[in-house]
């Protein structure tokens, strides 16, 4: 089983990616391609559901698509020329098979596939609510809470139950979803997740990024706008805006570290706006120092973008190996101490005697950019300072992001100078949030309507999180009670 290295537990985790297509002989074969090129937003899972015109058919595996889906056997097991897959990291539910997406049901309606990208940031209480009338739910996935609201509609038609469902949920949603009617292609109204629409020979295809369209030589058509619903059947497709128009949201670490540099994302290049981000940091916090170095590979766009506004050389003094995974080794303490040493290694006689910027995406607890200041002190750097394309994590992600309880996020009690005695570098500085917005080519971020959903950073959420907003009363209530007591 093909698994992600499991040191590398200092980043915030990729939510999932979905792709979707109708209309194309093998569509099982080409979802595969297209999940492969979306591995990197989800690498615990994946699956492929296909149905054709009879009935569908489900393989779901834990670990990679590669070593899973690149069996013929398998594939060809997956007839029909409609499939919709799916790459999980989870951000809901524990990690098991029965939380593999597609997730499947049996509707009074027919057959229901949903591909699911985000998070339902009330699915316990709506969970709650749906047991007491007596669902039975086969997963902990907050998914599976579309699948009922759509089961127990009352409206007639299954587009009508499935928009009806939709107007209960709160949160983050890109959703593919399979019937024997067709397909339906949504975002939620804030549109925090991505997807877009591309056409290949006829067929039309939904993505979480264009790069996975790329891989299948696929054209892209344009972004699924948020609060859209595109439904398609057959050749025939229909767009559909069921929900009051909001100012859009859309997740602005898609373009920090989620999204693969070689994507387009709301017509921008994420490469470029990567660079770009990497000159605003070199213009707010300049350093004199010898070499521009990234922290591979997330660092790499902005580290070119900060060499080039500031003139400092850029060079390789972090070599990065590809193959640490976890059937490699079971780690121990100290084997976990050294962890960072089999993923990260010095280009030593690159680094002695220099003065170095590392440049990186982000921090998250700070435990990785620790080891790799302390990796470049021993192979001889002078001076360590580190720059970060993104500013400080302070809060918690609720949309579909895997970050840690904000007690765990190295900036939620630190402020930079105590964070830079942590990872006790030279000096350590973050982008600004207008200069994030700089770089996408906004003069400063709006405090009233900001353009992206930034709440990692600013604890702005865009939405209610219920339950979230429940699990503090919670805590609260008991903190009162052990007081009282």
């Keep these: ?60 595996a834990m670990g990679h698509v590669a070593g899973n889906f690149d069996r013929d056997d398998i594939i060809q097991a997956l007839r029909g020329n409609v499939a919709c897959g799916h790459v999980r990291y989870s951000t ?20 229901f596939a949903i591909s699911h990208n985000g998070n339902i940031s009330n699915a316990m209480r709506l969970r709650r609510d749906l047991v007491q009338r007596g669902s039975i739910f086969q997963s902990t996935s907050d998914t599976e809470t579309i699948i009922h609201l759509v089961a127990t509609s009352n409206y007639r038609t299954f587009v009508d139950k499935f928009i009806d469902a939709l107007k209960r949920v709160e949160g983050a949603y890109s959703l593919i979803v399979m019937t024997p009617e067709g397909m339906i292609a949504c975002r939620d109204p804030l549109g925090i997740r991505p997807l877009v629409m591309g056409k290949l020979d006829g067929a039309v295809i939904f993505a979480s990024e264009t790069v996975a369209l790329d891989v299948v030589g696929a054209e892209f058509v344009r972004s699924i706008e948020p609060g ?42 994420v490469y470029t706006v990567r660079k770009a981000i990497g000159a605003q940091l070199a213009i707010e916090s300049p350093v004199d120092a010898d070499l521009i170095i990234p922290v591979p590979d997330s660092g790499t ?3 070119i973008g900060y060499a080039q506004q500031s003139g400092i050389p850029f060079e390789l003094g972090i070599i990065r190996s590809h193959y640490v995974g976890r059937t490699f080794i079971q780690p121990g303490d100290k084997v976990r101490h050294l962890g960072v040493k089999l993923k990260h290694n010095a280009n030593r006689a690159l680094i002695k005697g220099k003065r170095i910027v590392l440049i990186d995406d982000s921090i998250v607890r700070g435990t990785t950019s620790l080891k790799i200041v302390q990796m470049m002190r021993e192979a001889g750097a002078a001076e360590v300072h580190m720059r970060i394309a993104s500013p ?43 200069g994030l917005y700089k770089a996408l080519g906004e003069p400063q971020r709006a405090d009233i309507r900001p353009s992206h959903c930034d709440a990692c950073f600013t604890g702005d959420y865009p939405t209610t999180l219920t339950d979230q907003d429940e699990i503090a009363a919670v805590d609260q209530f008991a903190l009162l009670a052990e007081r009282v007591i």
């Design 1 to 60: 089983m093909l698994t992600t290295n499991p040191f590398d537990d200092d980043k915030l985790r990729e939510e999932c990616g979905i792709f979707g297509i109708s209309g194309s002989e093998g569509a099982a074969a080409l979802v595969a391609l297209g999940l492969h090129a979306l591995q990197h937003r989800g690498q615990e899972a994946a699956g492929i559901t296909s149905f054709d015109g009879c009935e569908f058919h489900t393989h779901r």
């Design 92 to 111: 809901t539910g524990e990690t098991a098979l029965r939380n593999v997406q597609p997730l499947y049901a049996d509707l009074a309606s027919g057959g």
């Design 228 to 269: 859209e619903l595109v439904i398609v059947r057959g050749t025939e497709i229909s767009s559909h805006r069921p929900f009051a128009p909001v100012n859009p949201r859309p997740c602005i670490f898609e373009y920090v570290y989620f999204s693969r540099p070689d994507s387009i994302s709301e017509d921008r290049s």
């Design 301 to 303: 766009p902005a580290a």
């Design 392 to 434: 400080p994590t302070r809060h918690s992600c609720f949309y579909g992001v895997d970050t840690p309880e904000r007690a765990k996020l190295l900036a939620s009690s630190k402020n930079v100078a105590e964070m830079n005695a942590y990872i006790q570098a030279d000096s350590l500085a973050f982008v600004s949030i207008d």
